[in-house]
């Protein structure tokens, strides 16, 4: 059965740092993609970073140069480092085995017809 765990969220102040985690099983990182996502209050929620099954990784335009994300396969488990943060960051994050997310022009998205999530990890940037 596939279970997506995320951890790691907390309070920062602006222009801190925070890593979240998506501890994975059931499934391979070698062989599905993450996807990062956040919801905000009273907003859609949006797609953040996406790492493919072959390590490669991809941000929206609203974090690109301030997220990265990153995976350890030998613990099955996806990381976002999360840089700079701003009070518009505040939102619940969460780890898929999909991604979806708009970067410049284009949009990028995984899917591979598993339908999974986590329950969230809630990430509050005070000012």
């Known amino acids: 059965q596939v279970q997506l765990v995320e951890s790691g969220g907390g309070l920062v102040q602006s222009g801190g740092s925070l890593r979240v985690s998506c501890a994975a099983s059931?499934?391979?990182?070698?062989?599905?993609?993450i996807g990062w996502f956040r919801q905000a209050p009273g907003k859609e929620r949006e797609g953040v970073g996406c790492?493919?099954?072959?390590?490669?990784?991809y941000y929206g335009d609203s974090v690109k140069g301030r997220f990265t994300i990153s995976r350890d396969t030998a613990k099955n488990t996806v990381y976002l480092q999360m840089n700079s943060l701003k009070p518009e960051d505040t939102a619940v994050y969460y780890c898929?085995?999909?991604?979806?997310?708009?970067?410049?022009?284009?949009?990028?998205?995984?899917?591979?017809?598993?339908?999974?999530w986590g329950k969230g990890t809630p990430v509050s940037v005070s000012s």
């Open positions: 898929a085995t999909q991604c979806s997310l708009v970067a410049g022009d284009s949009a990028y998205s995984e899917y591979y017809g598993m339908d999974y």
């Open positions: 059931g499934l391979s990182l070698d062989i599905y993609a």
């Open positions: 790492i493919s099954s072959d390590g490669s990784t």
